[in-house]
Every structure is written in C-alpha cells, then in structure tokens.
C-alpha cells in the first residue's frame, strides 16, 4: 500500500485526512512541521501539504522537497491567495486543493497524481534496510525481499492489444504507437485501471480535468471522439448513457488488420 504523508499542524484536519485515506486503501503517516515532513520523506508515495505551517512556509517546504524527490506534492490550505497558489505551483507542488476537502475529492485528485506523476526515481535509490525496519520489517530482511511482498505499482496498463505506458506515458495498439495528447493518455489511463467499469462523466472530468473545472463536459465527449478514433475503432469506449463511459476490448480488435489482411491476401 501507498504511504501519503499529512504534513499539517492542525490535529482535527490532519485526524479527518488520515481517516480518509484509511478508508481507501492508503497508509497516512503524519508531520506537525516542515522540518519533521523532510525526515519523513524518504517512504513516503505523495505528501499533502497544508501550506501555513509554525516553522516553515509552505512554499519553502516544497523547494526543499524538490531538491531531493519528485514525490507528487497536493498542496492545501483554507485561505490561500492566488499569488500563493502561483508561489506553490512554482516551488514544485504538482496540485493545490481548498480546505476542507471531501473524502471522495481528495482521494480523486490522489489517484489522478499518481497517474500523471509515475514513479520516482529518487526513492527507488534511496530504498535501504534501516528503513524497512522502520516500517516494521523484521531485522535481517533485505529490502529487496520487504519490496517484494508488497505490491509494487503497476508501470503499464494493459487491455486486449492495447499497452499503456505510465513510465513513458505511451500508448501502443498491437505495438504500435499511437500519439496521444496529454488530456487523451489521462483519460485513457482512467479507463484502462478498470476495463468494463463504468466511469461517471462527473467522475472523469474531476479526476483527468479538474474538479473545479468551469467549462461544459462537452470537451469530454470532444476527447472521448478523438480517442476513438486513433484507436481505429469506436467500440474501444462504449457510452452509458446517462452515466459516463467504459472501456471495453472489441472482439474485432483482438486480431490485427494487418494480419487480418494477409490471411485473406489484402
């Protein structure tokens, strides 16, 4: 499981948040400062910063995390102006939400930086015995063998012949490259974590736009037809109507045309 560190001074926020993420499938660990968020940085997967904090200023907290990992960082904070926000954004924090956040936004907007961010290069460096016997691991264990028992995050997504590259954010058909735009890999890539599950147009824009996006989910159906299209076939996304989108695997697709025509000597 994904360790996400709050790093927030306040005990009822930072209480509300662990329960949260416990209750999907994360393991919260917490830091009241700055200073105890960078000794705890090295296991952790995405950190939540609240951006006021009694010894250091947000901002700076994100520098000094950007020096040495490339963890996703959700910045927060109930008050923040836009130069704030700006500030974050430019110290290296990858998304910023308004406190109080709901549970089902947070988790959201978790599971979209985790799409978008990959793994990280820095921690797979820095993984080290002492540090598994600080999660619990007996002494003794190699941290090789601690990795090894718990389930390392998938690297690509696959369904039928189509390959999704969350490392290289590629996408291959038979394997073959298909261009996608940066909106069109998100939103396959929601698609691709559940093939046949149906995803709530709410749902999709949240995760692959914004939840504060203002503009018409017409841009979604926009997105949806030019994905269909470069996969050749618009059976791959199947709209629920009334609900959102699925992906599916077309029977036809499972056979490439190009083998397809040269059995039939096309």
């Known amino acids: 499981m994904r360790t996400v560190l709050i790093v927030d001074d ?14 999907h499938g994360f393991v919260p660990q917490r830091a009241a400062t700055g200073a105890d968020a960078l000794d705890l940085l090295d296991d952790v997967s995405l950190v939540l910063l609240e951006l006021s904090l009694p010894d250091l200023a947000g901002h700076e907290v994100c520098r000094r995390i950007r020096e040495r ?14 130069l704030d926000r700006v ?7 990858d998304a910023f939400a308004y406190k ?7 988790i959201a907007r978790i599971q979209a930086l985790f799409r978008r961010t990959g793994n990280c290069p820095w921690h797979e460096a820095h993984r080290t015995e002492p ?14 063998s601690a990795e090894s028992a718990v389930p390392a995050p998938r690297d690509t997504l696959s369904a039928g012949p189509l390959d999704l590259d969350l490392r290289t954010r590629t996408v291959a058909l038979h394997g073959e490259r298909i261009p996608v ?3 069109e890999f998100d939103l396959l890539a929601l698609l691709m974590e559940e093939p046949g599950t149906v995803h709530r147009r709410q749902d999709i824009m949240a995760q ?11 841009t979604l159906d926009v997105h949806v037809g030019s994905l269909r299209g470069k996969l050749g076939n618009r059976e791959w996304i199947e709209t629920v109507r ?10 036809k697709a499972l056979t490439p045309v190009r083998q397809t025509a040269e059995r039939t000597g096309g």
């Open 10 to 23: 306040d005990d009822g926020v930072a209480e509300s948040l662990a329960q949260a993420l416990t209750v």
């Open 69 to 82: 990992s490339c963890v996703p960082i959700l910045a927060m904070s109930d008050r923040a102006e836009e």
């Open 87 to 93: 500030m974050a954004f430019h110290m290296g924090a």
């Open 100 to 106: 109080p956040v709901g549970s089902y936004e947070l």
């Open 131 to 144: 540090a598994t016997r600080d999660r619990g691991v007996p002494a003794g264990t190699s941290a090789a």
């Open 181 to 183: 735009t940066r909106r």
């Open 208 to 218: 692959v736009w914004d939840e504060n996006w203002f503009g018409s989910t017409r």
């Open 242 to 251: 009334g609900i959102g989108y699925r992906l599916v695997v077309p029977p």
